[in-house]
């Protein structure tokens, strides 16, 4: 089982920044893809980004050029940093893994962009 827990949401003005950071534990050998999804009341979650174990990250088109995704695997721990918010992108974000044939989700944080 593997555990994922997010944080590092809140309430940012329009133009601003914020680091989301999700830390895995559990029996977390195997997982090879981690990344970050988003979903807006009433919209379908959607993928912002992801990484592999190998390190190889991918973005949503929408995303790239202001969202890095990261990681540190001795922290067991990836990250979302976020630039030039736009209240488009206020949103509840989580956390996902894959592991073999399983996949894992955060229980979300919540991110604000007032205008």
């Known amino acids: 089982q593997v555990h994922l827990v997010e944080s590092g949401g809140g309430l940012v003005q329009s133009g601003g920044s914020l680091t989301l950071y999700c830390a895995s534990s559990g029996n977390i050998s195997g997982i090879w893809i981690m990344g970050w999804f988003r979903q807006a009341p009433g919209n379908e979650r959607e993928l912002v980004a992801s990484?592999?174990?190998?390190?190889?990250?991918n973005y949503a088109d929408s995303k790239k050029g202001r969202f890095t995704i990261s990681r540190d695997i001795a922290k067991n721990t990836i990250y979302l940093q976020m630039n030039s918010l736009k209240p488009e992108d206020t949103a509840v974000y989580f956390c996902h893994a894959r592991q073999f044939n399983n996949k894992y989700w955060g229980r979300g944080t919540q991110v604000t962009v007032s205008s």
């Open positions: 990484i592999t174990s190998g390190g190889v990250s």
